[in-house]
């Protein structure tokens, strides 16, 4: 069953909160990608196949249109084929950084697989599958709509003797016949729906993770609010449930599920910060001299060597005495 993910899988069912991207996963490797490492020859030749059309064809196949048919472009048209023609290159560059991370995606799902050990109660495991079934609810509708937005310019354009998005093919024209205009329009909507499929993905994989850290993050507030004898602003007495041994054991539980959220890309940007911070941070004042710690440094040393001196000298009990005298 394709639906069976949008609603809560019951206990008996073993659900993970990487099933949160099953949907997105899925799609990813229909687009060519090697999530799993068993590729083979035909998943490398379709993989070619895949990226040369993501990549290449889809964001130049506007472009060729545009050249070889400007003259024909009507004001809408013109409009219409621009706004794809950015979507689609963008959408490029968006797959591109896909594709140079995927390795970190199973990476991913490792962390979530982790976070899913210490959801040993039926609450919190209700709570997974809850947040499981909302992620892949959340991207069937947005799915839905975009293949609805596709469908509804495929039937206006045959309706109207034209193709909808305007994409180049070099052995097919819709301006040459009826049946070049159904064969070019046919072929535009497979490829297009399958541009839009892996589009969606890629926009929703990251909103969908990070739905799925975050239930985990308010699934951790809850037990540390429970250790420590308050949940929801009301006063429980812990001592008469758990015994100190197991109240212990529950609170590096919930450390080592707060290590397992803190992952190495983010180990990674503290050290960046921290090797940032070892350089000066200087400004410049009118573009003569420099002003840094140094700089404060030497002034507050100035300023010290001058009040030695001064009180060497003794020139504030001088001063007072002038002031007396003066009065």
């Known amino acids: 069953m ?6 809560p899988a019951p206990l008996s069912v073993p659900t993970g909160t990487r099933d949160s991207n099953i949907y997105t996963m899925n799609i990813f490797r229909i687009s060519g990608m090697n999530l799993n490492g068993d590729i083979s020859y035909w998943k490398l030749f379709w993989r070619l196949i895949s990226y040369f059309y993501i990549m ?20 809408a048209s013109l409009l219409i084929t621009l706004q794809l023609a950015l979507n689609s290159w963008f959408f490029t560059l968006k797959f591109i950084a ?9 990476q991913a799902n490792k962390c979530l697989d982790s976070l899913d050990v210490y959801c040993v109660s039926k609450e919190e495991q209700l709570r997974i599958r809850g947040t499981v079934a909302k992620c892949n609810k959340l991207y069937l509708i947005f799915t839905t709509v975009c293949f609805c937005y596709a469908t509804s310019s495929f039937l206006d354009a045959l309706l109207n ?5 305007n994409t180049y093919y070099p052995f097919v024209n819709w301006r040459e016949g009826h049946t ?3 064969v070019h329009a046919f072929v535009e909507y497979v490829l297009i729906g399958y541009s839009i499929l892996v589009v969606t993905a890629v926009d929703c994989y990251g909103v969908m993770f990070v739905e799925a850290l ?3 993050v308010n699934l951790l507030k809850d037990r540390v609010q429970k250790l420590g004898g308050q949940n929801m602003g009301v006063k429980l007495d812990t001592a008469s449930h758990t015994s100190e041994e197991d109240s212990y054991a ?3 539980e919930c450390i080592e599920a707060h290590k397992t959220m803190l ?5 990674k940007a503290v050290l960046q910060f921290m090797l940032k911070l070892q350089h000066p941070m200087t400004f410049t004042a009118m573009n003569i001299f420099n002003i840094n710690l140094a700089t404060n440094i030497n002034v507050a040393k100035f300023a010290l060597t001058v009040y030695t001196i001064a009180k060497g000298f003794h020139l504030e009990d001088k001063m007072n005495t002038h002031e007396n005298n003066s009065f």
Not at 98 to 106: A, P, S, W
Not at 263 to 267: G, I, L, N, S, V
């Open 2 to 7: 394709f639906f069976k993910r949008i609603y």
């Open 56 to 75: 290449c064809y889809l964001p130049l196949s506007f472009l060729l249109s545009f050249i070889k048919y400007y003259s024909e472009f009507t004001p």
């Open 98 to 106: 896909v594709v140079f991370y995927e390795k970190r995606m199973e």
């Open 161 to 165: 003797n034209r193709v909808a998005f």
């Open 180 to 182: 070049q205009l159904i």
């Open 214 to 216: 975050r239930e985990h």
């Open 250 to 252: 529950a609170l590096v």
């Open 263 to 267: 992952d190495q890309r983010y180990k």
